[in-house]
């Protein structure tokens, strides 16, 4: 088992580097932190732990969490993790903490097409999508959701795991806090 953990590893971080190659090659450049962000994604356990118990049904005898990257960026409020925010100085204006509308007056926007995020895994039947926010400062939102759900953006339904990664200088994750949630 150990063995096999250890390829797949191996088979993501070849992929991270070639991506990143590919990244530096394309006009559509996309912000390194979404690379990161899926390569700690994929090998932290306790953010895997958490992802396997948020979406109980995912099938566990595979290494890693299978699951489809969004080819949209979707605006993502910051406000379901203020509590966390609040216990240390993380780089994050205080002000958009507390308050959902200027953070939302300072950060939305619409949906943004990313054709190159389909290529960031391999394809897979998996039935978890992750969505992306806009890097902003030094920070990044995902949010995991069942894609068997029709979520979109504005109305969402069931089970959903929310990641704020917080970057130090280097481009490397400092933090990450996540959050489970169930939307009606």
């Keep these: ?22 990244q530096a090659k394309c006009q559509d450049a996309i912000d390194k932190k979404y690379l990161v962000a899926l390569l700690y994604l994929k090998s932290d356990k306790e953010i895997n732990h958490k992802i396997k118990w948020t979406f109980s049904y995912l099938d566990t005898s595979k290494g890693s969490i299978e699951f489809i990257v969004n080819n949209e960026i979707w605006y993502h409020p910051l406000y379901s993790f203020s509590n966390n925010l609040k216990e240390n100085d993380w780089g994050i204006d205080s002000s958009i903490i507390d308050d959902k509308k200027l953070f939302k007056e300072r950060y939305y926007f619409e949906p943004i097409k990313m054709p190159l995020f389909s ?8 039935k978890i999508s992750l969505t992306f926010s806009k890097p902003f400062g030094n920070c990044l939102i995902g949010e995991m959701l069942d894609s068997g759900a029709n979520a979109t953006n504005s109305f969402k339904t069931g089970r959903a795991i929310e990641f704020l990664f917080i970057f130090n200088e280097d481009g490397l994750i400092k933090k990450a806090f996540y959050n489970i949630t169930v939307y009606r």
């Design 119 to 126: 290529k960031l895994l391999s394809p897979s039947d998996s």
């Design 1 to 22: 088992m150990e063995r096999k953990q250890f390829t797949n590893m191996r088979i993501l971080i070849l992929s991270l580097f070639t991506l990143m190659t590919l």
